[in-house]
C-alpha cells in the first residue's frame, strides 16, 4: 500500500516486482512440489514437467501460439541472442544479411555486432522524432540476402509502439523471418503470432510481475523456424536450449501471463488514466516539459519526459524519494545520454534531460500525485538554482 | 498413503528451507540490480553478498564468479569462451553439456573404474603441439566417481593447457577448493545443492575472460548479459551456506550410502556396483544387476513411491544406454540394468529402508515371472 515514508517506484521498464498471485503459484514448487522436469520416470518429475507444459500453454494463451512452440530461456536477453544470432547463422550461408533498429535493447545490437563480425551483413534503421521505424524505409532495404528483420514491439526507453503487424505483413510478403522483442510489450498490448505474422517473439518475466530467471523465445512451428541453439547438452526444449527448466520459474510465467491476458484490457485503461494526470499535472507547472517519443502510439506504463536546460542526472540526484532512471538499466552507470533519445534527434541536449517514468500495477493515484509535486518542485529548485545558461 | 521416497539428487536435489526462505525474501523484492536508485542498490548489495558466499564454497575471490542460469550455460561458456583456437580434450564421462558444447573435441576414455585414463590424456596432450583446453568433471553425476583433478592439472600444465573443471556434482558433497585443485575455472549449479532451478556459475580466475555467449547489458563484467536473477542467486548462496564443504552431512550420507549397497548385495548378490573401487562422492550409487533392464526397475520403484533414475535426468526421457558406463567399457548388460541412486541432505535411514524393501519386491517379483516363463522351469 501507498506509504508516505517509502521512496515511490517509477522504474517498472526496469523491472517489475513479482505479482503476490505469481508468488503464490510458484512457491509450492519451491517446496513440496519440487522435482527436476525432465526427470520424467518418477512421479516428482511427472509432477514438475506437468506443471512446466501447462505453464508453456499458459504462455502461448497470451500471444496466441501453441504450447509446442514456446522454448523456456533464462530471460530476454537470452531470448534475443538465440532468435538473432540462432536464426541468422542457421540462414547465414543462403541470407547473410539482417535488418534492425537503432533504438533496439542493447542484447539485440550486440547480438547484431557480433554476427557482423561472423560476416553478416546488417541494417540499422533510423527511426523519426516520433521513435517509430518507416516502413516504407524498411521495404526499401530487405533484398534477397535479408534472413531476418528483429525490430522491438515497445521500446523500453520511451515506450512507443512499433507497427508490427505492419512489419509482419512486409516481411511475410518477402519471405524474411521476423523477430520481435516483446519485453516490454508482452501483458501490455494485445500480440497475436499468427494475425501479426510473426515468426520470434521474445518475453521476460520480470518485465511482466513474473519471476527473475526466466523468460521465453516464442519459435513457429508453421512453416518452421530453424535456429542454431546457444548451448547444447541435454538436449531440453526441442534441442533449441538445453539445461534443466527451472519449474517454479516457469509456473511463475506462466502464472503471470494468465493475470496479463485477464487483466490487461483494465489495467490498461487504468494506466492510461493515471499516466495522462502524471503528465497533466507535470505539464500544469513546467509547460516546457518534452514529451519525448510519439504521444499516441504508446504504452499506457511509461513516459520519457525531456526537462530542457536541467541535467537529468542532477534532477535524478534531487529526487531520492522517486526511484526513477535516465534509460535502461543496463546502462544506468553510464554518463553517456541514452542512444534511444540520441535516436531521436531531440532539440538543444535534451537528450541529457530527460526521465524515464514507468507505471505498473502497482502504482496508485497518491503514487502519482506525490511523484508529481516531487518532480515539479525538483525542477522549480533546479531552475532557481542554477544559474539560466539557456536564457 | 504410499510413502514417498526420493533417491534422485544428482537429477536436482530438493530445496534447502533456507534457500527456499531467502528465494522468497527476494522475490518480495522491487527492483533490478544494475538500477542506481535505492531499491537498484539494495538489489545489488543482496547480489554481491550473495557472490561472496557463493565465491567461498570453493575458496574462489568473489570477483571471479560469473553468475549464469545453470550449469549447462557455465559448462558452454567455459567451453566456447575459452577455446580460442584451442583444441578441447574432454574425458568421455562429461556431461552432454561438455561433450557437445564443441565440435571435434577429443573424448579420453575412462578406466572400468570410471576414472579418467591419465595415460591416454597425456598422449592425447603429446599428439598435438597446439595448445589445448582440458576439461574433466569433478565427479560424475552417474557413478559418483571422483576425478583425480590435481593429476589432470599437472598433466595439463605440462603442456600449457587451460582446465575447466564441472565440479556441479561434487560441490557441497566434499571439499572443493579452487586454487588447491589448481584449475582455471570451476561450473557450478544451484539445485544440485538444494538451491532453487535456474541459476548456477562459472567461476573463473580474474585473468581469464571468457568471451560471452550471452551479449547485451554489462552485467557480470560484461561476461554474461541479462538482468541478474536475484532470487535465485540468492537461494543459490542460502544453499551454499547450508552445504558447505559437505563435510557435516558427509559421515551420515556416506553411512546411508553404504548401508544401501550392503543390503541391495543382500537382496540379490550378483548386484554390482559400479565405480566402487573409485574415491566415490559419499551420496551415489550406481548398482547394476545384469539381465534386469533399468527401466523394469525405475518404473517399478516409481510404483511403490521410491524415485531413482537410470543415467542422468536431460537424457533419462529417453532411457539411452549411459555413455559414461560405455566409457567405463561395461558390459551391454551391464549398462542396460543400471540405476542410480542418489541421496541428499533430507534423506534418512527410512528411504533406504523403504528402497530395499520396493527394489526386493520388484526383484522378487521379476524373478518369480523369470522363472515362470524359462523353459528350464
Redesign the interface.
Known amino acids: 500500500m501507498a506509504n508516505a515514508d517509502r521512496?515511490i517506484?517509477m522504474?517498472y521498464q526496469?523491472?517489475t516486482?513479482?505479482d503476490p498471485r505469481v508468488?503464490e503459484v510458484?512457491?509450492p514448487f519451491?517446496?513440496a512440489r519440487?522435482?527436476?522436469p525432465?526427470?520424467?520416470?518418477?512421479?516428482?518429475?511427472q509432477q514438475a514437467e506437468a506443471a512446466v507444459e501447462q505453464a508453456r500453454a499458459q504462455i502461448a494463451a497470451l500471444i496466441g501460439a501453441e504450447a509446442r512452440e514456446i522454448v523456456f530461456?533464462?530471460?530476454?536477453?537470452?531470448a534475443?541472442?538465440l532468435a538473432i544470432k540462432g536464426a541468422a547463422r542457421f540462414l547465414k550461408a543462403r541470407k547473410p544479411h539482417v535488418i534492425t533498429c537503432v533504438t533496439e535493447?542493447?542484447?539485440?545490437l550486440?547480438?547484431a555486432?557480433?554476427l557482423e563480425g561472423e560476416g553478416v551483413r546488417v541494417t540499422y534503421l533510423p527511426v523519426g522524432g516520433d521513435g517509430l521505424i518507416d516502413l516504407d524505409h524498411l521495404a526499401a532495404v530487405i533484398d534477397t540476402e535479408t534472413a531476418l528483420v528483429s525490430l522491438m514491439a515497445v521500446n523500453n526507453e520511451i515506450g512507443v509502439i512499433q507497427p508490427i503487424a505492419e512489419i509482419g505483413a512486409l516481411c511475410r510478403e518477402h519471405g524474411v523471418l521476423f523477430h520481435t522483442d516483446a519485453a516490454q510489450a508482452a501483458g501490455k498490448i494485445p500480440l497475436a503470432v499468427q494475425a501479426m505474422n510473426i515468426d520470434l517473439m521474445s518475453l521476460?518475466g520480470?518485465k511482466m510481475y513474473g519471476?527473475?530467471?526466466?523468460g521465453a523465445l516464442y519459435v513457429r512451428r508453421r512453416p518452421r523456424v530453424r535456429l542454431e541453439p546457444?548451448?547444447?547438452?541435454?538436449?531440453?526444449e526441442r534441442g533449441l536450449r538445453?539445461?534443466?527448466?527451472?519449474?517454479?520459474?516457469a509456473v511463475g510465467l506462466g502464472a503471470a501471463a494468465v493475470i496479463a491476458r485477464d487483466e490487461m484490457a483494465a489495467e490498461s485503461a487504468r494506466l492510461t488514466v493515471l499516466r495522462d494526470r502524471l503528465l497533466a499535472r507535470v505539464r500544469a507547472r513546467v509547460p516546457d516539459v518534452h514529451l519525448n517519443g510519439d504521444a499516441d502510439r504508446r504504452i499506457p506504463g511509461n513516459l520519457n519526459l525531456g526537462f530542457p536546460g536541467i541535467e537529468a542526472e542532477a534532477l535524478?540526484r534531487a529526487l531520492?524519494d522517486l526511484?526513477?532512471?535516465t534509460g535502461?538499466?543496463?546502462?544506468?552507470?553510464s554518463v553517456e545520454p541514452s542512444y534511444v533519445l540520441q535516436a531521436l534527434g531531440l532539440p538543444g541536449g535534451l537528450a541529457r534531460s530527460s526521465l524515464r517514468l514507468g507505471l505498473g500495477r502497482p502504482t496508485t493515484q497518491d503514487e502519482v500525485d506525490r511523484a508529481a509535486e516531487m518532480i515539479v518542485a525538483a525542477v522549480a529548485r533546479q531552475r532557481a538554482g542554477v544559474p539560466a545558461i539557456a536564457e | 498413503m504410499t510413502r514417498t521416497t526420493y533417491l534422485d539428487y544428482n537429477a536436482s536435489a530438493p530445496i534447502r528451507p533456507q534457500a527456499a526462505a531467502a528465494v522468497g525474501r527476494a522475490l518480495s523484492m522491487t527492483g533490478n540490480a544494475s538500477s542506481v536508485h535505492g531499491f537498484g542498490r539494495r538489489a545489488r548489495a543482496c547480489l554481491e553478498d550473495a557472490r561472496e558466499v557463493v565465491a567461498a564454497l570453493v575458496q574462489a575471490p568473489p570477483a571471479a564468479v560469473i553468475f549464469t542460469s545453470g550449469g549447462t550455460e557455465a559448462n558452454t561458456l567455459a567451453l566456447r569462451g575459452l577455446t580460442r583456437g584451442r583444441r578441447v580434450l574432454v574425458s568421455a564421462g562429461e556431461h552432454p553439456s561438455v561433450l557437445n558444447a564443441l565440435e571435434g573435441c577429443v573424448h579420453v576414455s575412462l578406466t572400468g573404474d570410471g576414472v579418467i585414463d591419465l595415460a591416454r590424456l597425456e598422449a592425447a596432450l603429446a599428439a598435438d603441439p597446439q595448445p589445448a583446453l582440458v576439461s574433466v568433471m569433478l565427479a560424475n553425476n552417474e557413478t559418483g566417481v571422483i576425478q583425480p583433478i590435481v593429476a589432470v592439472v599437472e598433466l595439463a600444465r605440462r603442456f600449457s593447457a587451460l582446465v575447466h573443471c564441472d565440479a556441479v556434482q561434487a560441490v557441497g558433497k566434499i571439499a572443493v577448493d579452487m586454487a588447491a585443485l589448481g584449475v582455471d575455472c570451476l561450473s557450478l549449479s544451484a539445485h544440485k545443492i538444494g538451491g532453487p532451478q535456474g541459476v548456477g556459475a562459472l567461476i573463473a580466475g580474474e585473468t581469464l575472460a571468457p568471451a560471452p555467449i550471452l551479449l547485451g547489458g554489462g552485467q557480470e563484467r560484461r561476461r554474461r548479459a541479462g538482468t541478474e536473477n536475484l532470487p535465485g542467486i540468492a537461494g543459490f548462496a542460502a544453499a551454499a551456506q547450508a552445504a558447505g564443504t559437505g563435510l557435516d552431512e558427509a559421515p551420515r550420507i556416506a553411512a546411508l550410502r553404504d548401508d544401501l549397497e550392503r543390503r541391495a548385495r543382500d537382496v540379490a548378490p550378483a548386484a554390482m556396483i559400479l565405480g566402487a573401487d573409485a574415491p566415490r562422492l559419499p551420496n551415489t550409487s550406481c548398482i547394476a544387476l545384469p539381465g534386469w533392464p533399468a527401466e523394469t526397475q525405475v518404473m517399478g520403484l516409481d510404483l511403490a513411491g521410491v524415485a531413482v533414475s537410470a543415467g542422468s535426468a536431460c537424457s533419462s526421457g529417453k532411457m539411452a544406454p549411459s555413455h559414461v558406463l560405455r566409457a567405463m567399457g561395461a558390459d551391454v548388460a551391464v549398462v542396460a540394468s543400471a540405476i542410480r541412486v542418489s541421496l541428499g541432505w533430507a534423506s534418512a535411514a527410512a528411504d533406504v529402508d523403504h528402497f530395499i524393501q520396493a527394489w526386493g519386491d520388484v526383484y522378487a517379483r521379476s524373478t518369480a515371472a523369470r522363472a515362470l516363463h524359462s523353459p528350464a522351469a
Open positions: 521512496p517506484y522504474d526496469a523491472s516486482p513479482c508468488l510458484m512457491l519451491f517446496g519440487f522435482g527436476n525432465h526427470s520424467v520416470h518418477h512421479h516428482q518429475g530461456t533464462s530471460g530476454a536477453t537470452e534475443n541472442n535493447h542493447k542484447c539485440v550486440e547480438s555486432r557480433r521476460s520480470h519471476p527473475m530467471g526466466i546457444l548451448f547444447d547438452g541435454g538436449g531440453q538445453s539445461g534443466t527448466v527451472p519449474a517454479p520459474l535524478i531520492p526511484a526513477v532512471s535502461s538499466a543496463c546502462t544506468s552507470a
